[in-house]
């Protein structure tokens, strides 16, 4: 009964390659979000997305790509992979309202060689 | 220089005493701040959201203070046990710019000893 799912755990790829990253959310949430985790253990926002609306984070490089099949759904699509992709993924979710609580998924580590 | 800076970076402290973690932000004017706990190889998890206008909240043996005039917040934790060993995040929301705008602190690693 986990609220946030996340496929892969860890995930090893090479440069160059094309990956994806999924998530679920059994919470009936309206807006999920996806978090990147650098080796400083920053975390930064990359996306949010609602079935209104898509929210990019404008640092964020365009060979990242959110897709959302459905409002339970918001897999994260990388192509052309660099090393400075390699980090910890977050995915999460909320309800659409001002003080929303956030709930996280294990999180995947993406390791590019 | 982020504009949500921790200290301690790290603390260690004996099972059973208390501690304090601090936040002292530049984000302004800001929603709401938050406090999250994140254990080692997990997502962070919420343990408390004040509004700007609010000066305390608590959970349990956490309790968050925010003091909006001097852009300080602090998260004390009262008789520590083992498992609250774990980073502690500060986060600020400004009050326009939507989602993509919070704002994380580095965090405080909390290590509790036996």
């Known amino acids: 009964d986990t609220a946030v799912s996340q496929t892969p755990k860890y995930l090893v790829t090479q440069m160059g390659n094309d990956k994806s990253i999924k998530c679920e959310q059994n919470?009936?949430?309206?807006?999920m979000y996806w978090y990147k985790q650098d080796s400083k253990k920053f975390l930064k926002i990359m996306f949010s997305?609602?079935?209104?609306?898509?929210?990019i984070n404008e640092t964020v490089p365009n060979r990242f790509s959110p897709k959302s099949p459905d409002k339970a759904h918001l897999n994260l699509h990388i192509n052309s992979l660099e090393l400075g992709d390699s980090a910890v993924y977050f995915c999460?979710?909320?309800?659409?309202?001002?003080?929303?609580?956030?709930?996280f998924g294990p999180g995947t580590r993406l390791t590019v060689t | 220089k982020n504009q949500v800076e921790q200290s301690p970076q790290s603390l260690i402290i004996l099972e059973g005493k208390n501690c304090t973690l601090q936040?002292?932000?530049?984000?302004?004017?800001?929603?709401?701040l938050r406090w999250y706990k994140q254990d080692t190889g997990r997502g962070p998890v919420s343990l408390t959201i004040?509004?700007?206008?609010?000066n305390t909240k608590s959970n349990g043996r956490y309790t968050a203070t925010l003091d909006a005039d001097t852009k300080q917040s602090s998260l004390h934790i009262t008789a520590s046990q083992l498992s609250d060993s774990a980073s502690y995040i500060c986060?600020?929301?400004?009050?326009?710019?939507?989602?993509?705008?919070?704002?994380f602190g580095a965090g405080t690693r909390l290590a509790v000893h036996p």
């Open positions: 936040c002292n932000y530049t984000v302004s004017p800001f929603s709401n």
């Open positions: 999460a979710s909320s309800q659409e309202r001002l003080l929303y609580e956030q709930y």
């Open positions: 004040m509004t700007f206008s609010e």
């Open positions: 919470l009936g949430h309206d807006t």
């Open positions: 997305y609602n079935n209104k609306e898509l929210i």
């Open positions: 986060v600020v929301t400004p009050l326009s710019g939507g989602y993509n705008k919070l704002i």
